[in-house]
Structures are given as structure tokens and as C-alpha cells.
């Protein structure tokens, strides 16, 4: 067993904002490597940060615990995304206050006998294990997400799946819009970015893809439809990230530039509308919604998964605190959080991707 490089007894493991499939395969990591490799005690903090707001909400995980977890979508931590205990939301006298209740979850950790915690979360989450690592609190990061979105990594677990989910999803679209003739509107998550978009609609052989990053207009993605019909293809499938901005051309109707979609859902629809009264043709519109971040996770982000485990723990008993794992160039490396938190990693309108989808004769409606 390799000693450890410092004084760790106890760590702790917490799973932040939106679920993704993989996060129970690091955490199966985490927990097996810390007590295989370094005979480390492992507490489960449950519900994000709050498990340290309710310290009675820690439990310890034994091997046991983690055993037959690896193919499990979700987290078996729980988690939220409405949990910064920076700015924790809480009801006095009926009315919403924002309370900072850091010092009580630093206080539990050190009460509990946590020498360090494994923070598993995407950028808000990373943000908020910064301001921890800030306040004395020894933190290493793990991002994940399955939007793609943080720069600091090449890849986040979770995305491959996902993915793996909006092209099959594509493709039974597919069989029903030939046989219908229909234009169908797929609509995809990323909150910010067009990543599932893309690839999904690469994958899938979509015709359209409208991706936040590539401004559109329905005016553009009805003249490719009416190109089509012409060229006798009677169908066409139009895949949307739900973070695309409301185009030029509808702005007079829903208004400013900002991202159109309160909830998802919102785009696809009124994408779809928009070019069924426009075409005066049937559109048909499906939202995949949370399906994206259900169930197993892919091979790739099983593994993935499990090297950012074992990588977090290793960072630990090395010391090195304040760091988050990362994958660059096919090798698993660490960065600073600080460094890695507030960037996203969009789609590059002139990058390879697109220039792919744009040569295979792929349209992103400009
Ligand atoms: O960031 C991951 C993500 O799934 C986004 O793609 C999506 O916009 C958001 O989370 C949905 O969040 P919620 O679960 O709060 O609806």
C-alpha cells in the first residue's frame, strides 16, 4: 500500500447540480481506491452540500456500499442544484432570505473528522469547491456534465452517454418522419452550448442543426426544407440545442436576443411552430429532455469515470489540494480550479466539427 503523502484519515465525497451517468462509477472509484490503496475511512455527504448543513445526513461508505453501483445511472449521493452553501435560499417568516452558511458546513466537516473532500460537479459546483478551498477547506474536484461545456477537460463523463441516448433517439425519429413525410424538430439539452447538437446530429444524420453558437433564421432552415422537397426528400429532421438563442426573424414576436428558453422544451416548440406556419406542413416536435441524463453509462464513461476517481483520490494523498482532474490529450491530469471554473468550452463555428457537418451537407440555418 503507498503511504500516504500527508495525514489523511477521513475524506468525504459529495455529488453537485444536475445528475449525469457516471457519477456512481466515480464514486465506486473514489471509495474502493481511498480504502484499498490507502486504508482511508469514506463518508458519503448526501444531497450536494446540504449533507453538511445536516451533518446526520453523512453516512460512512464501506466497500459494500459501492458494489454493483458501476452500470447505476444518478448518484446514489443525491444531489442538487440548488444548494450553494455560499448563498443557501432558506424561508424566514414566509419570505425567501439568502443566507452564507459556509462556516456551519466547515464547522460539521471538521466536527465529522473530514481531512479532505472529493467534489464531483460541473462549473457551478467547481465554483463553489473554489470558494471552499479559499476557506481553508482541503477540496479536489472531478468535473462532470453531460453538456461538454467545461473547458478545462477535453471531455466530462456523462457527455458520451448522453449522446449515445440523442442518437438513438435521432435515428427512430428518422424512420417515422420518412414514412410520415413530416419535418421533425428534435430538441436537445445544453444549457449553453451546442455540443449534443452537433454531435447527435452528426451521428444521426440530421439535416439541420441549430446550436446556440451559430446564429439561424427560420427564414434559412425553410429554404433548405423547400431545397429538399424539391430534390424529392420529403423529409427533413432539424436538431436543436435547447440553448439556442431566439433567431433574427422572431424576435419581433418573443422579443430580445437573450437565450429563448426558460425551460426546456420552449425552443423546440416554437422553432417547430414557427416553421409549420411558415411551410403550412405538418412539423412534429420532440423534447428529450432529462432522458439525456438517465440511465447506464457508456463504456467510455465508465471508464472515464473510474480514472477520475482513483485520479482524485491519488491528488488527495498526494496534497494536492485546490485541483480538479482532467482529461488532456488522452492522459489523466489535474488543473487548478481556480483556473479551470467560469470558462466554457463552446463550439467553434470554424472548427473541424462543423466544417464536417457543413462539408456532408449539413445545414446550421445561417
Ligand atoms: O447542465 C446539465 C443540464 O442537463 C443542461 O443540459 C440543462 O439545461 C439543465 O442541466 C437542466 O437542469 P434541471 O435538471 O435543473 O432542469
Known amino acids: 500500500m503507498p503511504a500516504p503523502a500527508n495525514n489523511i484519515r477521513t475524506i468525504a465525497i459529495s455529488t453537485g447540480g444536475g445528475d449525469c451517468p457516471g457519477l456512481n462509477a466515480v464514486i465506486r472509484a473514489a471509495v474502493k481506491s481511498a480504502i484499498l490503496q490507502y486504508g482511508w475511512t469514506v463518508l458519503g455527504i ?68 473530514i481531512d479532505a473532500i472529493i467534489v464531483i460537479g460541473g462549473d457551478g459546483t467547481q465554483k463553489i469547491a473554489l470558494d471552499l478551498f479559499q476557506r481553508g477547506v482541503n477540496v479536489v474536484g472531478v468535473p462532470k456534465t453531460i453538456d461538454n461545456d467545461l473547458s478545462a477537460t477535453e471531455v466530462t463523463f456523462g457527455f458520451d452517454t448522453a449522446l449515445h441516448t440523442a442518437t438513438d433517439a435521432i435515428d427512430k ?32 444524420g440530421a439535416h439541420v442543426i ?37 433567431p433574427a426573424d422572431l424576435r419581433e414576436v418573443y422579443g430580445q436576443e437573450r437565450r429563448a428558453i426558460p425551460r426546456s422544451g420552449t425552443v423546440g416548440n416554437l422553432i417547430g411552430d414557427a416553421l409549420g406556419m411558415r411551410l403550412k406542413r405538418e412539423v412534429r416536435v420532440t423534447v428529450l429532455g432529462h432522458i439525456q441524463r438517465g440511465g447506464s453509462p457508456s463504456p467510455f464513461d465508465r471508464i472515464l469515470s473510474t480514472r477520475f476517481g482513483v485520479a482524485a483520490v491519488d491528488l488527495i494523498a498526494r496534497g494536492e489540494f485546490g485541483k480538479m482532474v482532467c482529461l488532456r490529450q488522452a492522459r489523466i491530469q489535474s488543473v487548478d480550479i481556480a483556473e479551470a471554473v467560469g470558462k466554457l468550452k463552446t463550439v467553434d463555428p470554424n472548427g473541424d466539427m462543423v466544417h464536417t457537418a457543413r462539408a456532408t451537407g449539413v445545414s446550421f440555418g445561417d
Open 46 to 113: 448526501q444531497d450536494g452540500f446540504d449533507g453538511l448543513i445536516w451533518p446526520e445526513k453523512c453516512r460512512k461508505l464501506e466497500l459494500t456500499d459501492v458494489s454493483g453501483i458501476l452500470p447505476r445511472g444518478g448518484t446514489i449521493l443525491g444531489t442538487t442544484n440548488r444548494g450553494d452553501p455560499f448563498k443557501y435560499k432558506v424561508m424566514v417568516d414566509g419570505r425567501e432570505v439568502v443566507q452564507d452558511l459556509s462556516e456551519q458546513i466547515i464547522g460539521n466537516a471538521h466536527r465529522l473528522g
Open 173 to 204: 425519429i428518422h424512420t417515422t418522419a420518412e414514412s410520415h413525410h413530416r419535418t421533425m424538430v428534435v430538441e436537445v439539452m445544453g444549457r449553453d452550448v451546442g455540443w449534443i447538437a452537433l454531435e447527435a446530429g452528426i451521428a444521426g
Open 210 to 246: 441549430l446550436i446556440p453558437e451559430v446564429p439561424f433564421t427560420i427564414q434559412k432552415v425553410c429554404e433548405i426544407i423547400e431545397k429538399r422537397t424539391a430534390q424529392g426528400k420529403r423529409f427533413t429532421i432539424v436538431v436543436v440545442a435547447e440553448g439556442v438563442k431566439v
